[in-house]
Structure formats: structure tokens, C-alpha cells
Nanobody, 126 residues
Framework: QVQLVESGGGSVQAGGSLRLSCAVS????????MGWFRQAPGKTREWVAT???????RYADSVKGRFTISKDNAQNTLYLQMNSLKPEDTAMYYC????????????????????WGQGTQVTVSS
């Protein structure tokens, strides 16, 4: 059974940093496309970043240059390093997995991710 468990969320002031982690179990994690998404109150879930089985990464324009996605295959853990945080980054953050690998190639990856964690809250105050 696939399990994704996020951690590392919290409250920070604008300009601060947080690192989110996602512990993965139940499937060959290293061969999947992995991603981070977020959902703010009253808004739809949006893509943040993805990382492919080959380690290649992509970012939404809103976080490019500030966020870094990475993974540790030995530890079965996905990370999201978030720097220079802004109040508009406030949201519930979810990690997700895509077995098809298409999520790491298309412009709108969200529909390809079939496995989701429960989320971790990030709140950025001004």
C-alpha cells in the first residue's frame, strides 16, 4: 500500500525558510515522478514542483528561484526547501506520486498524480 507522510510545516515570518519532508513507503519510489502541490483556503490545488526518476526538476513560476525540490532515494524521502517565503506561500502543502511519469513532463501535471499525502500546513506572516 502506497503511503506518503509529510512533515516540516509551520509558521514563519516573511523572508524565512522551511524544509518540508515526505516519507514514502509501499512502492518503488525512485522510479516514480514525485511532486509537491499546495492549496490555499478558497483556492484550487496548484502545482509547486516535480522531480523525475532521473533527478530532473521543474518549478512553477511563482516559486522558481526560491524553492528547491530534492529526494533521497536511500531514505525514501522527498524534500522541499523553501526560502524567501512570502505570505502568498501560505497553504497546505501536499506531496504526491505519479506512476505514469507524465506528471514530470506536462504543463499541467496535477491530473497525473494518483497518490497523495495528508498535507502539512505552512503559514507565512508579513
Amino acid at each position: 500500500q502506497v503511503q506518503l507522510v509529510e512533515s516540516g510545516g509551520g509558521s514563519v515570518q516573511a523572508g524565512g525558510s522551511l524544509r518540508l519532508s515526505c516519507a514514502v513507503s509501499g512502492y518503488p519510489y525512485s522510479s516514480y515522478c514525485m511532486g509537491w502541490f499546495r492549496q490555499a483556503p478558497g483556492k484550487t490545488r496548484e502545482w509547486v514542483a516535480t522531480i523525475g526518476s532521473d533527478g530532473s526538476s521543474r518549478y512553477a513560476d511563482s516559486v522558481k528561484g526560491r524553492f528547491t525540490i530534492s529526494k533521497d532515494n536511500a531514505q525514501n524521502t522527498l524534500y522541499l526547501q523553501m526560502n524567501s517565503l512570502k505570505p502568498e506561500d501560505t497553504a497546505m502543502y501536499y506531496c504526491a506520486a505519479d506512476r505514469s511519469l507524465l506528471g514530470c513532463k506536462v504543463v499541467s501535471p496535477l491530473p497525473y498524480f494518483g497518490y497523495w499525502g495528508q498535507g502539512t500546513q505552512v503559514t507565512v506572516s508579513s
